[in-house]
């Protein structure tokens, strides 16, 4: 009784030698189609833009306006951001971190206004005009229709 091995066989140690470049090439494209989805987010994310207003909505209750305008080719079905709020001079953060969801869905080239409350905001003095705090978006995360 004889047992074959790779070595003992060149057929199947070439067949096993081009199944294991086939596998390779598979995994390379793999990685490169990942790679390009992951770029072409990264670069679609930076096409809608998120802007901060405090104090221009006509509901004193809802009084921060974000504004969103999406530049993209894509049209942009979920926009998540969370936002920084600073007293002018200092540099610590009073919003305690929370992510905010745009109650919109942006066709290219289409921007859309939505009034939020103040959130709660820690270490504020007493007194303070919400209206003078530097407001921000600290990031943003958006999906994206193809």
Known sequence: MSVDTPSANPRASRTLRNLAIVLSLFAAAGLALHWYDDRQRVAAQDRVVLTLAAGNCPDPRTSLLVRADNTSAWTAIDIEFVIEARLPGKTGNLVPRRIL??????????????????????????????????????????????
């Open 101 to 146: 969801k745009l109650d919109e869905t942006l066709r290219p080239g289409q921007s859309a206004g939505q009034c939020l409350p103040y959130p709660d905001l820690e270490g504020l003095p007493e007194g303070s005009d919400r209206t003078r705090l530097q407001w921000r978006v600290e990031r943003t995360s958006v999906t994206f229709l193809h």
